[in-house]
């Protein structure tokens, strides 16, 4: 309101009137209630800058560049309000599953708020889709994950976690066992506990952690692994957990949580010997397994969930993103027999006004019947993600990149100077991971990095097709990624 030139014309007028004035003058004025899709990218731009504030953005940089708005999406296609059309390869943010612009999805929608728009299950009361969804989950879900709390999302499902687990140890009789272990470079989302259990420093440094969460290294060979062979790295990494425990006190520790590929932190592919023996040391300590499946889970590795792909016997697995493939913000725990029985025997004081929110319910299970229906898992496992594997790690050839992983529709390449030695830039960790994304920008595609890590989550729908075309366009924006390089001196 400050920032606008007439606020002095009326400082004389009482304080009511002057409301009153402003609001109809805000009306008549207000650039809001003329923007449209078809409002030219500039004022977009313009607006967007003067009001919002973007998640994880220096808004101020992005101000003076302009963000680009996307306007419209179908299949694995999005459209800007310049009129370009990019392939989406992050499947916005790892979420869009069965690809955008399904129908079926907003006639759910529809259907549901006509019938019950939102009604809660506090209280003693429950309602069809929530009900339905549970069961669904359930079917789904491997071993004895028979139960489910909904959140709105990740973040707030592993806050759910967090209490959860405490909560279950104190009604067993053990409160001080409350320690829970997570791993630096992990991501479990944005509220303060999620981020708290995640393991990004730049996190943790605005805003404090929460006490009581300690964090072992992550398993990423490449920057870490130094002379160790994979499989030596890997079994070095788990048995840091055991290390930890013993530290803390094995009667202090309550859970570990990790994501089974780690998603946010590069799509980190553990090698094989990691988890074997992280679940060995679980079970020897008798401490809860938190699998947090926001990104593996619903198809991304080519399996229903990553941890039967991985071989895990999580006691509580962290769904979000793929549930709903981001129609609608949802998440939720599912949760062991034994869990929930000790949950089930106090009064748990948690609960979101959103938790199996209908509309979301109706929509995440509209979109598992669409998986299921289309086999679109199946596809994965056996057609397009093996296909995808082959295409993408022919672009291990290309000089500057050294590793290649991939499982299922998740990938990463390793940026290096020099990959005969695993060297990193000299420039600061993401100047290069930066440029390179800013070619995939240029060149029409959506590529993110992390660090100097280049990342793939498409739709779980691309085809054998617009593979070719991620793939083609990769290479194009590394080759322009190479020769931008060598022009500014980045490759010694
Ligand atoms: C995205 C993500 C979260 C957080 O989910 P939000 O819906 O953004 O709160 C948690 N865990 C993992 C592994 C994620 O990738």
Request: glycine share 10%.
């Amino acid at each position: 309101m400050c920032s606008l030139g007439m606020v002095q014309l009326f400082t004389v007028i009482d304080s009511w009137e002057f409301d009153h004035i402003l609001a109809v003058t805000l009306l008549e004025a207000s650039p809001m209630t003329i923007l449209s899709t078809n409002t030219p990218s500039e004022e977009l731009r313009r607006v967007d800058a003067a009001h919002h504030m973007h998640p994880f953005t220096n808004n101020s940089e992005l101000g003076d560049k302009g963000a680009r708005v996307v306007t419209r999406a179908s299949g694995c296609w999005l459209t800007d309000s310049d009129g370009n059309r990019i392939l989406d390869a992050m499947a916005g943010l790892w979420c869009v599953n069965i690809g955008y612009g399904r129908e079926e999805l907003a006639e759910a929608a529809k259907r549901q708020m006509l019938e019950l728009p939102y009604y809660n299950t506090f209280f003693q009361t429950s309602h069809v889709p929530a009900i339905a969804l549970a069961a669904r989950l359930a079917e789904l879900a491997p071993g004895d994950l028979n139960s489910v709390f909904f959140a709105g999302s990740g973040s707030e499902a592993n806050d759910t976690n967090l209490r959860m687990v405490r909560t279950y140890w104190q009604a067993k009789g053990q409160p001080d066992r409350n320690v829970i272990i997570g791993r630096w470079n992990g991501y479990h989302g944005s509220t303060v506990g999620a981020m708290s259990l995640g393991g990004m420093k730049g996190m943790h440094e605005q805003g404090g952690v929460l006490d009581g969460i300690e964090h072992i290294d992550q398993p990423n060979w490449w920057s870490e692994g130094g002379d160790m062979s994979p499989d030596e790295f890997g079994l070095e990494r788990a048995r840091q957990l055991e290390e930890k425990i013993l530290e803390i006190g094995a009667d202090r520790v309550a859970a570990f949580i990790a994501e089974p590929v780690q998603g946010a932190g590069g799509v980190i592919i553990a090698p094989d010997t990691y988890w074997p023996e992280i679940q060995r040391i679980v079970d020897k300590y008798g401490i809860l397994l938190i699998a947090d499946e926001v990104i593996c889970g619903f198809g991304r590795t080519g399996n229903w969930f990553a941890s039967q792909a991985l071989g895990l016997r999580p006691h509580i697995m962290t769904i979000a993103k793929g549930l709903s493939s981001g129609y609608q913000p949802i998440g939720g725990s599912i949760v062991c027999d034994e869990v929930a029985e000790v949950i089930g025997g106090v009064e748990f004081n948690h609960g979101y006004t959103y938790s199996g929110h209908p509309v979301a319910c109706a929509v995440a299970l509209e979109n598992l019947r669409i998986m299921e229906d289309e086999k679109i898992v199946e596809r994965v496992r056996d057609d397009t993600g093996p296909y995808l594997k082959e295409r993408f790690e022919s672009l291990g050839d290309h000089p500057l990149v050294g590793e290649v992983k991939i499982i299922g529709m998740m990938g990463s390449l390793a940026l290096t100077p020099n990959k005969a030695i695993r060297a990193p830039f000299t420039s600061d960790v993401g100047t290069v991971g930066f440029i390179c994304r800013e070619r995939c920008f240029a060149n029409n595609l959506i590529m993110r990095h992390v660090g100097d890590r280049m990342i793939i989550s498409p739709p779980l729908v691309i085809s054998r097709d617009e593979i070719d075309t991620l793939v083609e366009r990769a290479r194009l924006s590394l080759d322009e990624t190479l020769v931008a390089l060598q022009a500014q001196g980045l490759m010694a």
